[in-house]
C-alpha cells in the first residue's frame, strides 16, 4: 500500500520556524485530511493534530497544522531542544479503506 | 488513569503464532474504534489493522491480511491481534492505539529461528 511522503530530514536554528511537509493524493490527504504525530527515541507516538488540524489538550501553539490540495504540513514556531524529534503525518485512504502513513522526518534543532 | 496496556509480545519462529493483548482502562473502551500499529526496529510506524466499535468493521494492512485477526472484547476492555503465519518482516514493536492520540508503550514481537 502507498504510504505518504515526507522528507527523511529536516534541519533548523534553534528558535526558527520549522515546515514539514506530507504529500499523499486525492484518496487520502486531499479527502480527509492529515493529523501529525512527533515520536521521541525509546517512546510511543504523540498526537499533534487531528485530521481536521485540532490541537489536542496540552499541545503547544508552536504546533500548527494545515493543508492545501494533496499535501499537509506542520508548522513549529520558535525550535526548541526538546523538538528534536521522528514527525509522522497519517490519513485515512477512502479507496483502500486503510491509515496511511509517511515514512517520518527526522527534525534536527542546530 | 487513563491508560492502554499491551501484552503477549516474545520470541516466535517463522511461521509460528503469537496473540497480543491491550489492557484498556480509564475511558469508555466500547465507544471507541481501536488500531494496531508496528514500529519495526529502527523504522517508521505501520498501520496494522483497526476495529469498530462493536467489532462489525475491521480493516487491515495488505502485508498481514489472512494472516492476522484483530478482535475485541469490550466487556474485558479488551484489544487482541492474533498473528498466524509469522515472518521475520514481522518483528516490530506492536502498539495499541485509540483515535490515535492515547497510545501504549507497545510490545515486541521478535520473529526469528
Known amino acids: 500500500q502507498a504510504g505518504l511522503t515526507q522528507p527523511p530530514s529536516v534541519s533548523k536554528a534553534l528558535r526558527q520556524t520549522a515546515t514539514l511537509t506530507c504529500t499523499g493524493n486525492s484518496n487520502n490527504v486531499g479527502n480527509q485530511g492529515a493529523a501529525w504525530l512527533q515520536q521521541h527515541q525509546g517512546h510511543p507516538p504523540k498526537l499533534l493534530s487531528s485530521?481536521?488540524?485540532n490541537r489536542p489538550s496540552g499541545i503547544s501553539e508552536r504546533f500548527s497544522a494545515s493543508r492545501s490540495g494533496n499535501t499537509a504540513s506542520l508548522t513549529i514556531t520558535g525550535l526548541q531542544p526538546e523538538d528534536e524529534a521522528d514527525y509522522y503525518c497519517?490519513?485515512?485512504?477512502?479507496?483502500?479503506?486503510?491509515?496511511?502513513f509517511g515514512g517520518g522526518t527526522k527534525l534536527t534543532v542546530l | 488513569e487513563v491508560q492502554l496496556v499491551e501484552s503477549g509480545g516474545g520470541l516466535v519462529q517463522p511461521g509460528g503464532s503469537l496473540r497480543v493483548s491491550c489492557a484498556a482502562s480509564g475511558f469508555t473502551f466500547s465507544s471507541y474504534w481501536m488500531n494496531w500499529v508496528r514500529q519495526a526496529p529502527g523504522k517508521g510506524l505501520e498501520w496494522v489493522a483497526n476495529?469498530?466499535?462493536?467489532?462489525?468493521?475491521?480493516y487491515y494492512v495488505d502485508s498481514v491480511k489472512g494472516r492476522f485477526t484483530i478482535s475485541r472484547d469490550n466487556a474485558k476492555n479488551s484489544l487482541y491481534l492474533q498473528m498466524n503465519s509469522l515472518r521475520a518482516e514481522d518483528t516490530a514493536v506492536y502498539y495499541c492505539a485509540r483515535d490515535f492520540y492515547l497510545w501504549g508503550q507497545g510490545t515486541l514481537v521478535t520473529v526469528s529461528s
Open positions: 485530521r481536521n488540524n
Open positions: 476495529i469498530k466499535q462493536d467489532g462489525s468493521e475491521k
Open positions: 497519517s490519513a485515512w485512504d477512502s479507496s483502500l479503506s486503510a491509515w496511511v
